[in-house]
């Protein structure tokens, strides 16, 4: 007979079952069964690790199976599903198959019925059925199999069978051919089982009248209980667990009141059931109690020489800017446990403010981390969720601590002029605390609930405009404008770091990528227009990505760009000089104006045509602006006969004032004096410099007032290719600001009264038209 070896698993006479084979030589054995249409004898292994059994390793007694179907799964493995039919005992292994073959005595049932074999016939059947009966979800149709079952020993077979024993004790069973001591042994066991069975039922009827619903979680705890420690968890996990937090929490260095609060946490957690849901809040709590850096680490003595190395390695120009850092570092190094100021830096996009956070890092030798505070419009952002709710955070504050893992990092907080009140509260109150160095350092998070020192972090704000930032917010900083660059200082960032960092963006090596200094200049000029230089090297990029396709198509080796290979690269020219743009037609000013994004020139034009006096307005105006043109023409109706001009004219035309670019909105009263000029010229037919560019408020008593924005402006006016520029005289203390280089440029014109502009800016009256007639046009 073939024999197929299992390792646990006992197939009985009667029954029907699955037999899984995965070793070559049951596989072989099963097949050749199948193929010759011959029983196989299912017989146990005595030691189931073994992985190539021989016949010293098997049971002499196994079961006789008719192999009713053969089946290969879609993952490769073999099973056979296998009837019992008999027993039958090993007399011997042969030798010389490639497989396990013995020569076996088939064992017949006994048919004997004597009156003690049908007692203990009878009370095996009724232990097999109360033990169905106390079973929770024992199967319909065993019950049927036991009851409609005649011989003693298939029943004795079949309850064994599905019986939750050991395949050795199914074994035992198997090899018992006397069908009286067969059965006794069954009921043994049965009768150990039923009595497990009657405990928990009798437990169970208990449990369900007695108990309460705290007494029932208790003993589904102590249930969990004995499970987890079955799976090596539970308690001594637990202990382990809080063992370990314990000690974290001695060696964390917290202050004294920081560590009783993770102390009285710590005991809750050890009373706290793990199923509980707030055992993992409190857990989470406690990480990050733990995790903070609560000591100060040793400081490095800052090196003023080596951070003004680093300044000047990171940033070209800006020297008031690096001056002023250097006597930040200088006193933080003289007093390292005083509290220095909070610097903010504002100026326009692309000029360095953030690269600036990073170099005074470097230059502190300290940990960096930035926090983004666009469009935060949550007080918890900033003081963090309380631990009531669900999924609560601390703050952006204590979450960039945490990260940069010490308690004297910088910290940058960016783009702090776009902090958003919103329903949720306002998060620019919340920064009061955290950027005053009074309150700093009893901080309190809502998540944390424990105060932290936030003294030692070296906090550096960064906006753009201060308009939006609240009074008593911007208080609290010392501010320091970063205003555009001028054309030589965006060459030389060019040359020596734009280039530069492009080329390894690009994957260009040096040397194979030349662009000239008349290139760049170019692009300055005429491909770029703003205060910092982003998009001054995102034209560099276009033009190394151009150079770096020649190269990967190896049509150059080496690629020179200069200043007539732009057009083919990056189009026509989208600037042009502003100057073109101006002609000598009366009527035209030309104005200074600031923006978020650095300063620019305005024109301001006026006409007049037939009318009744009227005073119109285009080119969307603000209400500031308005009432600026509105005074303005009030000045020339008042000085009309000091300025020559008839007053009749005022009365029969209607005078036009249009601002180009209409379609972006426009206010403030910085154009005063540019429009005063503007009605001046118009009414006098006389042309304004056109080299020259004005800016100031006007009182209606004639006087020029200072405004904002000198810096930006005067820069603005200088990359424009102007000569002169009109500022008002209480402006002089703007002047130390403006760069050297386009000091040099310009001419400064300061103005105390308007009557100073008109002589200043006025050319003589040339072919001037008969009064009351308007000019064609007085457009730009």
Not at 8 to 20: E, K, Q
Not at 297 to 307: G, S
Not at 325 to 353: D, N, S, T, Y
Request: negative net charge; aromatic residues 4%; proline residues 5%.
């Amino acid at each position: 007979m073939i024999i197929v070896p299992v390792r646990s698993f006992v197939l009985f006479p009667g029954m029907v079952m699955p037999v899984t084979v995965g070793r070559s030589k049951s596989i072989a054995a099963a097949q050749q069964a199948v193929r010759e249409q011959r029983p196989v004898g299912i017989l146990k292994q005595r030691d189931a690790d073994v992985n190539d059994p021989t016949g010293l390793d098997m049971h002499r007694m196994g079961t006789v199976a008719n192999v009713v179907r053969y089946i290969t799964a879609p993952d490769g493995s073999n099973h056979l599903v296998c009837q019992g039919e008999q027993r039958f005992q090993v007399l011997e292994f042969l030798t010389g198959w490639p497989f396990l073959v013995a020569r076996v005595l088939r064992i017949p049932e006994p048919t004997t019925r004597t009156p003690e074999i049908e007692a203990h016939f009878l009370h095996l059947r009724g232990q097999a059925l109360e033990a169905l009966e106390l079973m929770p979800q024992a199967p319909q149709e065993l019950t049927s199999a036991i009851q409609g079952i005649e011989q003693p020993g298939a029943l004795a077979d079949l309850a064994v069978a599905y019986m939750d024993v050991k395949p050795d004790e199914k074994q035992e069973v198997l090899e018992t051919i006397d069908v009286t001591a067969r059965i006794d042994k069954v009921s043994r066991m049965l009768a150990q089982r039923l009595e497990v069975l009657r405990l928990s039922a009798e437990i169970g009827k208990q449990t369900k009248a007695a108990l309460d619903e705290r007494q029932r979680e208790v003993l589904l705890r102590e249930q969990m209980a004995a499970i987890q420690k079955q799976l090596g968890e539970g308690e001594e996990g637990k202990a382990a667990e809080l063992a370990e937090l314990e000690k974290k929490i001695a060696e964390a260095g917290m202050p004294k009141d920081v560590e009783d609060q993770a102390r009285k946490e710590l005991r809750r957690l050890q009373r706290m059931p793990e199923s509980q849901g707030e055992y993992g809040m409190v857990r989470t709590y406690l990480d990050w109690l733990i995790e903070l850096p609560w000591k100060l680490p040793e400081e490095t003595p800052i090196d003023i020489k080596e951070a003004r190395r680093v300044l000047d390695a990171d940033h070209y120009g800006l020297e008031k800017i690096k001056t002023r850092i250097i006597e930040f570092l200088a006193v933080r190094k003289l007093a390292p446990q005083g509290k220095a100021p909070i610097l903010c830096f504002v100026g326009p996009p692309g000029v360095g403010k953030t690269s600036l956070g990073q170099s005074i890092a470097r230059a502190m030798n300290r940990k960096f981390v930035r926090v983004s505070l666009g469009g935060v419009h949550d007080e918890a952002e900033i003081r963090g969720h309380r631990r009531t709710y669900i999924g609560s955070l601390p703050g952006n504050i204590i979450q960039g601590i945490r990260k940069a893992g010490t308690r004297n990092c910088v910290m940058m907080l960016d783009e702090i002029d776009k902090l958003g009140a919103g329903v949720h509260g306002d998060p620019s109150a919340a920064m009061l605390e955290v950027l005053d160095p009074e309150q700093n350092n009893t901080f309190r998070d809502n998540y944390l609930g424990v105060p932290f020192d936030l003294s030692r972090v070296v906090f550096i704000a960064t906006a753009n405009m201060l308009d939006t930032i609240p009074g008593p917010l911007r208080d609290r900083m010392e501010i320091i404008s970063l205003a555009g660059y001028t054309d030589t200082e965006k060459l030389q960032i060019a040359s020596r770091y734009l280039v530069k960092r492009q080329m390894d963006a690009n994957g260009v090596k040096d040397g194979q990528v030349e662009i000239t200094d008349a290139a760049l200049r170019e692009i300055i000029h005429h491909y770029t227009r703003e205060a910092g230089v982003r998009n001054l090297e995102r034209e560099i990029g276009k033009v190394l990505r151009n150079a770096a396709v020649r190269l990967a198509e190896g049509s150059a080796e080496n690629v020179r760009v200069d200043l007539g290979d732009l057009a083919a690269i990056l189009g026509q020219r989208r600037f042009e000089s502003e100057v073109a743009m101006r002609t000598s037609v009366p009527g035209v000013a030309t104005g200074l104006a600031w923006t978020p994004v650095g300063g620019d020139i305005l024109f301001i034009e006026a006409t007049r045509v037939h009318g009744g006096g009227r005073l119109i307005l285009t080119g969307q105006l603000g209400d500031v602006m308005k009432e600026s043109a509105q005074a303005a023409l009030s000045i020339v109706k008042n000085r009309a006969v000091l300025l020559g001009i008839d007053p009749d004219r005022f009365e029969k035309s209607d005078i036009h004032v249009h601002v180009p670019a209409g379609a972006i909105p426009k206010d403030g009263p910085s154009a005063g004096v540019a429009m005063f000029m503007a009605l001046t010229s118009l009414m006098t037919d006389r042309t304004i410099r056109s080299d020259t560019a004005m800016t100031g408020e006007i009182s209606l008593r004639g006087l020029v007032l200072p405004v904002g924005g000198i810096k930006e402006k005067v820069i603005a006016a200088a990359a424009a290719g102007l000569k002169r520029v009109m500022l008002p005289a209480r402006n002089k203390r703007d002047y130390d600001d403006i760069p050297e280089e386009v000091r040099q440029q310009l001419e400064f014109v300061w103005l105390e009264r308007v009557e100073e502009a008109v002589a200043a800016a006025l050319e003589p009256r040339v072919d001037a038209p008969a009064s009351g007639d308007a000019p064609a046009t007085a457009l730009a």
